[in-house]
Nanobody, 126 residues
Framework: QVQLVESGGGLVQAGGSLRLSCAASGRTFSNYAMGWFRQAPGKEREFVAVINWSGNSTYYADSVKGRLTISRDNAENTVYLQMNSLKPEDTAVYYC???????????????????WGQGTQVTVSS
């Protein structure tokens, strides 16, 4: 089992920044690729970003490229999502998730993520 706890969400004005954190406990953190997903009101949950076990490979959704950056600290068992130039359409509940797989083809497939956090709310005002 891997337990994931997100933090760092909040209310920010458009153009502002936030940094989300996801602290992991349980099984060896460095064995898992870590992803961020989000779910806006009335919409399905969607992929945001993923980082591989060592932190040297990442993928992003087109809608966040150049604005959001995923990183991880295996010594601290934590994955981060630095969010810059935020837009109202970034408003959502953000979830971190852990997967034993890292694939350039299926990285956004939610079924491949075994463990999920409870989510943290990000609200961007216009």
């Amino acid at each position: 089992q891997v337990q994931l706890v997100e933090s760092g969400g909040g209310l920010v004005q458009a153009g502002g920044s936030l940094r989300l954190s996801c602290a992991a406990s349980g099984r060896t953190f460095s064995n898992y690729a870590m992803g961020w997903f989000r779910q806006a009101p009335g919409k399905e949950r969607e992929f945001v970003a993923v980082i591989n076990w060592s932190g040297n490979s990442t993928y992003y959704a087109d809608s966040v490229k150049g604005r959001l950056t995923i990183s991880r600290d295996n010594a601290e068992n934590t994955v981060y999502l630095q969010m810059n130039s935020l837009k109202p359409e970034d408003t959502a509940v953000y979830y971190c998730a852990a997967s034993p797989y890292f694939s350039g083809r299926y990285y956004d497939t939610q079924a491949l993520y075994d463990y999920w956090g409870q989510g943290t709310q990000v609200t961007v005002s216009s």
